[in-house]
């Protein structure tokens, strides 16, 4: 079963996403924040290993840099992430803004949502 799947994500979507997160690269890592592999997530080890939210550390929970570097361990849980942010959201274009990439504001949102329309076009 695929991870899409899994979550009740729409496979073009999570395509979209990591296509404009890493240009489909399994072992990026950004320079500047730690977000590791296809779906850029921030690994329990990385540059904000150290970061502490209310509950305590905030990435504490979530796989290793080298975990995020195989593919299938970065896409279910990018799937994960995303659908429950889906649901907090109600909706998938406030799931990017506000939950997934918080930082990227509109033009990330209209960036994913610009490759999900070609993908779904074709």
């Excluded at 329990?44 to 929970?61: F, P, R, V, W």
């Amino acid at each position: 079963m695929t991870a899409s799947k899994k979550y009740g994500l729409d496979p073009l979507y999570v395509s979209a996403v990591i296509w404009v997160e890493s240009s489909g690269q399994t072992d990026i890592i950004n320079p500047d924040s730690g977000a590791t592999g296809l779906m850029q997530i921030m690994p329990s080890d990385g540059k904000a290993g150290d970061d502490m939210c209310i509950n305590g550390l905030c990435y504490a929970g979530r796989p290793t840099t080298k975990e995020l570097q195989d593919p299938l361990i970065n896409i279910d849980y990018g799937c994960r992430m995303l659908a429950d942010f889906i649901q907090r959201e109600g909706g998938l274009k406030k799931a990017l803004l506000y939950g997934y990439n918080p930082g990227g504001g509109q033009k990330y949102v209209d960036d994913v949502m610009a490759v999900y329309d070609s993908y779904k076009f074709k």
